[in-house]
């Protein structure tokens, strides 16, 4: 038996290192177990006219099996097409402002010399992060109420006349735009400050040496060696971009019937539908399937694409 052979035996011996990091792992291999994967039987309801007859699950397989049926009924119904196009739109949107946006102040906040600075206005963009969208609309309200909103008081003392903001439809796709990027960014910014701060130093060292400015060292040196970063958290989010935020779309605007068909999205068009009594549970579940379904696809479709391109940046 030869000494690498025995080094193989012996790395395959189970250690307390692998027994630490096994039960590392053992929470959120649980909470996937529970809130990812046990709740995905509850796909069925999609296809049955689900009625209730004693516990869930003899209600779920004594209920009758409708087929497609109500994923026919969610296509012709035009409060989807609407929700999907708002969905839609917003997020791309946000995609291409956000992820520009990201990279922008992570770059600008890893080229601060005073490192105090640095962590001081990394603090203050992810601050909003921590705020609950509860708290937000109040202090939206606060600032757009059309009888005591500070933004008709500077109106009105600017000359200009008030808006109802809450009934003024134009406002709020930039609004809800700026309010995701406003609470988000400092968030997403953290994973691109993380990247080139472990970006290796020998190498803008050798370009100042070179010659290059601090614009030819982002360009040439800090882009490349983020691209396969940026490609996978790009990858992400259009896996995500039939999904929205429900606080931002639904709390925000406060639910107001005169903003729905801007405001609108799938998620909150799934949550009206299951609190409303006449709509059928089956056609809640089928949106949601449809929302999960997309997505799966979407992360697999952009995945490939880049790997037919770019197979290094790819994620599998």
């Known amino acids: 038996m030869t000494n690498a052979t025995k080094i193989i035996r012996k790395k395959k ?4 290192a692998d027994t630490q990091i096994l039960l590392l792992a053992v929470p959120t291999a649980v909470w996937f177990l529970l809130f990812s994967y046990l709740p995905m039987f509850g796909v069925i309801i999609s296809f049955k006219k689900y009625r209730i007859n004693g516990d869930f699950l003899h209600s779920l397989i004594s209920s009758k099996w409708v087929g497609l049926h109500y994923f026919k009924m969610l296509l012709n119904n035009d409060d989807v097409w609407i929700a999907l196009r708002n969905t839609l ?3 791309i949107v946000m995609l291409v402002i956000g992820t520009t946006f990201t990279i922008g102040l992570a770059l600008l906040v890893s080229e601060l010399y005073s490192k105090r600075l640095a962590k001081l206005y990394q603090t203050l963009m992810f601050f909003p992060y921590f705020l609950s969208w509860v708290v937000i609309t109040a202090l939206a309200w606060g600032f757009l109420s059309s009888s005591m909103g500070i933004a008709n008081d500077v109106l009105v003392k600017l000359g200009f006349a008030k808006h109802n903001f809450y009934m003024e439809t134009k406002f709020w796709p930039p609004f809800l735009v700026f309010m995701s990027q406003w609470k988000g960014i400092g968030y997403g910014m953290i994973v691109y400050l993380a990247t080139i701060t472990a970006l290796d130093k020998e190498v803008y060292e050798a370009a100042l040496i070179e010659g290059a400015s601090k614009w030819q060292q982002i360009i040439r040196i800090t882009l490349p060696m983020m691209k396969t970063v940026i490609v996978l958290m790009f990858i992400l989010g259009v896996g995500k971009i039939f999904y929205s935020d429900f606080g ?11 903003l729905a068909n801007t405001v609108t999205t799938l998620d909150v068009f799934v949550y009206k539908q299951l609190m409303s009594p006449s709509s059928p549970i089956g056609m809640t579940a089928a949106a949601a399937l449809f929302q999960s379904a997309t997505a799966f696809i979407l992360t ?3 995945n490939k694409i880049v790997s037919k391109i770019d197979p290094d940046s790819a994620m599998i």
């Open 300 to 302: 697999l479709a952009a």
């Open 13 to 16: 011996r189970w250690t307390s």
């Open 248 to 258: 931002l779309f639904y709390q925000v605007p406060r639910d107001s019937n005169t």
């Open 89 to 91: 739109g917003y997020n």
